[in-house]
């Protein structure tokens, strides 16, 4: 409204987009409250596949790792579902996802970007795709305008730079670096 109030609204989804030749076998989905992470794992065409996730608080960013057993074999597409009216991008390495709320015109934004080892990552077209990869690590920070603080509740910074300082961050410091640190 017009004193900056609002309400709950997510972001969205983020998509990754697999092509797998057979079933997957001895599927495994797990969440691990002792060390606050996630995963997957299975096996598809003898091929050990894992994924673990977690979001790290002080560095303001979520992270995965996908491996496969397979040098090579990791191939994916990732892209933003938006949950709100949002423009999706590409910046460079990163694939930014922002707008502005209609009700109280707060403004948000997600970034994200993927480190590909032994393969290729390539943001374009509002995806980034991920060819030929032994592993990737994905991050995303997100961040928006709001502030605690009457009467605007605004804090005049711009929620794409925050969301990219933190992502570059994150990359700079490694998946390792970010499990430890949350």
């Known amino acids: 409204n017009e004193n900056g109030y609002g309400s ?4 969205g989804n983020i998509e990754i987009e697999f092509s797998f ?26 091929n050990k596949i894992s994924r673990r996730y977690f979001v790290s608080y ?4 979520f992270a ?3 491996q496969n057993s397979e040098e090579g074999s990791l ?8 949950a ?12 930014v996802m922002s707008g502005v709320l209609p009700d109280n015109s707060l403004q948000f934004a997600s970034v994200l970007t993927v480190v590909a ?10 995806k980034i795709e991920v060819h030929n990869a032994d ?4 991050i995303m920070s997100a961040a928006t305008d709001y502030e605690n603080k009457y009467p605007t509740y605004r804090n005049g910074k711009k929620p794409v730079d925050e969301a990219k300082n933190a992502v570059k961050k994150a990359a700079e410091n490694g998946f390792d670096a970010l499990y430890k640190s949350h």
């Open 75 to 82: 191939s994916f597409v990732l892209s933003y579902n938006p």
């Open 8 to 11: 709950y609204q997510n972001f």
């Open 64 to 66: 995965a790792r996908l």
């Open 135 to 138: 592993s990737a690590v994905i």
């Open 84 to 95: 709100q009216k949002a423009e999706i991008c590409s910046d460079g390495e990163f694939l």
């Open 58 to 61: 002080p560095d303001n960013c």
């Open 117 to 126: 080892d032994g393969g290729e990552a390539e943001c374009k077209n509002g």
């Open 21 to 46: 030749s057979e079933k997957a076998e001895n599927y495994c989905r797990y969440l691990d409250m002792e060390v606050a992470e996630a995963g997957v794992d299975f096996v598809e065409n003898k």
